[in-house]
């Protein structure tokens, strides 16, 4: 039998001090990444490693999804439960609603906001509002020659923005203002099993 690895080993340990307690994690999502469904998915890529062809450019994304959190289990909360995301696991000390939110442990270390993302989910509303998201891995996809990218907030201006074809694309991404391509700011869309669209976000 092979050992437990001593991160593991933590986490179980840690997890038994609250046996009998209300355990609060992101629902669990499944991607197969050699077949993504249609969608839009946050991913981070290092533009440096770029392969660029005739027939476009290959990417290594790591792929994240939008950690969510059962709005009955969030609701239920009380002193003593736990609540485990962005691979942090927070106790419970104090519990704060209102319309569309809760917040837990309120003005004090491990402070962890909720707040409505659609009907029966919450989702983490962290620091400077972002959410959190869980990696689903990475995997290397074409981006068509045919596809470009929309560069939003140039040089951190959130009214530049630039829209680069395909054919240039490899070199602006080695080259870009920003070599930041991250799950906070970065999308593509997958249609058919294919790249449509990136995406690039200004953020503050």
């Known amino acids: 039998m092979k050992k437990l690895s001593l991160t593991l080993a933590v986490a179980f ?3 038994s001090a609250y046996a009998g307690a209300g355990i609060v994690r992101p629902i669990e ?3 197969d990444l050699n077949q993504l ?3 839009e998915y946050p991913v981070s890529f290092d533009p440096t490693q770029i392969k660029t062809t005739a027939k476009g450019n290959y990417i290594e994304f790591e792929i994240f999804t939008l950690d969510l959190f059962d ?3 969030v609701n239920a909360l009380e002193k003593g439960d736990c609540i485990i995301a962005d691979d942090n696991m ?3 000390k104090t519990v704060k609603k209102e319309e569309g939110y809760v917040s837990v442990n309120y003005g004090m270390e491990g402070m962890t906001d909720f707040e409505t993302y659609d009907k029966g989910h ?3 509303c962290a620091e400077d509002d972002f959410p959190t998201y869980t990696s689903q891995g990475k995997v290397k996809l074409l981006v068509p020659i045919t596809v470009g990218m929309t560069d939003n907030g140039i040089d951190g201006d959130p009214m530049k923005t630039k829209v680069v074809k395909g054919s240039k694309l490899g070199y602006y991404l080695r080259n870009s203002w920003s070599n930041e391509f991250f799950q906070f700011n970065t999308t593509i869309t ?3 099993g294919k790249v449509t669209k990136l995406t ?3 953020i503050p």
């Open 13 to 15: 340990v840690a997890l």
């Open 29 to 31: 999502v499944n991607l």
């Open 37 to 39: 469904p249609n969608g």
């Open 71 to 73: 709005s009955n289990l």
């Open 90 to 92: 927070i106790e419970v």
């Open 122 to 124: 919450y989702r983490i």
């Open 190 to 192: 997958i249609k058919n």
């Open 200 to 202: 690039r976000n200004y």
